[in-house]
C-alpha cells in the first residue's frame, strides 16, 4: 500500500508561480513509477510528467514544456516537486500525484487545487 499527499496548490495571478509536492509513503519499494496529472474543469485527466523508479522521465505535457519542472525521485525519502512558473489560466486544474506498482497497480493521492486567475 502506498499513500500519496500532495500540497502547495492555491491561488494565483497570471504570470505567477507555485511548487505542489507530494509525499509518498508506505510500501514506496514496489513504486514502479510516479507522475503528475491534472484535470481541468470539464476536461478529461491528462499526465503532466512521469517518472520511473530508475530516475527516466517521459516528456512534459506540451502545454507546460518549459515553464515546469520536475524534481525529486522514488526513494526511501520520496518526494516529488513540481514547480510551475509562468502559470497562465489554462493552468487552472485539480493537480494528482499517482504511483504505480509493478503490477499496475495505482495510488492516487487527493489531489490539490491550483487557480490561476487572468
Known amino acids: 500500500q502506498v499513500k500519496l499527499v500532495e500540497s502547495g496548490g492555491g491561488l494565483v495571478q497570471t504570470g505567477g508561480s507555485l511548487t505542489l509536492s507530494c509525499a509518498a509513503s508506505g510500501n514506496i519499494p514496489t513504486i514502479n513509477s510516479m507522475a503528475w496529472y491534472r484535470q481541468a474543469p470539464d476536461k478529461q485527466r491528462e499526465m503532466v510528467v512521469g517518472?520511473?523508479?530508475?530516475?527516466?522521465?517521459?516528456?512534459f505535457l506540451d502545454s507546460v514544456r518549459g515553464r515546469f519542472t520536475l524534481s525529486g525521485d522514488i526513494s526511501e525519502n520520496t518526494t516529488l516537486y513540481l514547480r510551475m512558473t509562468n502559470l497562465k489560466p489554462e493552468d487552472t486544474a485539480v493537480y494528482y500525484c499517482?504511483?504505480?506498482?509493478?503490477?499496475?497497480?495505482?495510488?492516487w493521492g487527493q489531489g490539490t487545487q491550483v487557480t490561476v486567475s487572468s
Open positions: 499517482a504511483a504505480y506498482n509493478k503490477a499496475g497497480v495505482g495510488y
Open positions: 517518472i520511473t523508479y530508475k530516475g527516466d522521465r517521459t516528456n
